[in-house]
């Protein structure tokens, strides 16, 4: 995740399926928060890159079309 996803050094939280109502539960401590915060395995991961309209202020954002796998000459494949 590192490789696509570490230029601000930020790290989004991916909950395992089983911890999902874990994480929603009303009164969560802080410290019941980091004992799910927890690095998935990258195995367990796929990635695919998104349309640059993600960002965009001129057009919508919240379309479908925004997720569909675009593909960058510039970019490596992962």
């Given at each position: 995740m590192a490789k696509i996803h570490n230029a601000k050094e930020r790290m989004p939280?991916?909950?395992?399926?089983?911890?999902?109502?874990?994480?929603?539960?009303?009164?969560?401590?802080?410290?019941?928060?980091?004992d799910l915060m927890q690095p998935l395995n990258e195995n367990l991961m796929t990635a695919h890159t998104i349309s640059k309209r993600i960002t965009s202020r001129l057009e919508k954002t919240d379309v479908p079309e925004v997720m569909e796998e675009s593909v960058y000459a510039e970019l490596p494949i992962l």
């Open positions: 939280v991916i909950l395992p399926k089983e911890n999902e109502m874990l994480w929603l539960k009303d009164g969560l401590k802080p410290a019941e928060m980091k």
